[in-house]
């Protein structure tokens, strides 16, 4: 997750909603990415699509259920239901979205063998968020 | 939605899952699109996923609020989840998807202003779909 937190970091320095994730099959890790819906003028450029579409494109494979994907907020709708078509091994995620978080709408988005685990390193991936969009309001 | 469904037949075409998207912004047409998730190696490769991110390189921005979607099959919630943060007008659609479609989950993934209009030329983009996969199956 410390890794992903760079990848974020990365996108606050590009103005950019800093969220950050990485996948990692066997130990290593085979995609990183980060949100760049303003740099891409796309709503779809979340940190999370592009490092399924580079993951697939590492392994060679649109398949992910041998990989973990480690993001630093927990993902919104679209990003939920493009890792259950992944049908990716595991999510850990940090920070929760009260807003926009897949949970809000049903848990039951993801593949049924996809697991889950929640809150990793969320007061960083929290603070970070929180100290880009209060910059924002000033 | 003639010409979603001409994306459609593009799709069957090249082997990939028939369905076929267009974006229309004051009349005119500023995407097409059909599935790719076979020749991209990539889940995230859905026509309406694809035609979002041309329409917004189109108009050069990122809401899609004063357009119109026709895709000949009901958005899985990927799909939905995207069509959400691009506040697209309007969403029309053909077939009904009896296992992916997002009112499965919850009709209200979409923007509160979107517009959706089911069923236009649903048998043509059923039966179209319908074929490749009794295809698939011999």
Redesign the interface.
């Given at each position: 997750m410390s890794e992903a937190l760079k990848e974020a970091q990365k996108a606050k320095e590009a103005d950019e909603v800093p969220v950050g994730a990485v996948i990692v099959a066997g130990n290593k890790i085979i995609a990183r990415a980060h949100n760049l819906?303003e740099r891409?003028?796309?709503?779809?450029a979340h940190a999370e699509?592009q490092a399924?579409?580079s993951a697939?494109?590492a392994i060679?494979?649109?398949?992910l259920m041998d990989c973990i994907l480690y993001v630093t907020l927990e993902p919104?709708?679209?990003?939920?239901?493009?890792l259950?078509?992944?049908q990716v091994g595991t999510i850990v995620y940090g920070a929760a979205d009260s807003k926009r978080g897949f949970t809000l709408?049903?848990k039951?988005?993801l593949h049924p063998k996809t697991q889950v685990i929640s809150g990793v390193l969320a007061n960083q991936s929290e603070l970070l968020l929180k100290e880009f969009f209060a910059n924002k309001r000033k």
């Amino acid at each position: 997750m410390s890794e992903a937190l760079k990848e974020a970091q990365k996108a606050k320095e590009a103005d950019e909603v800093p969220v950050g994730a990485v996948i990692v099959a066997g130990n290593k890790i085979i995609a990183r990415a980060h949100n760049l819906t303003e740099r891409l003028t796309d709503v779809t450029a979340h940190a999370e699509m592009q490092a399924i579409t580079s993951a697939a494109n590492a392994i060679g494979g649109k398949y992910l259920m041998d990989c973990i994907l480690y993001v630093t907020l927990e993902p919104c709708v679209m990003c939920a239901g493009a890792l259950s078509w992944s049908q990716v091994g595991t999510i850990v995620y940090g920070a929760a979205d009260s807003k926009r978080g897949f949970t809000l709408i049903d848990k039951n988005i993801l593949h049924p063998k996809t697991q889950v685990i929640s809150g990793v390193l969320a007061n960083q991936s929290e603070l970070l968020l929180k100290e880009f969009f209060a910059n924002k309001r000033k």
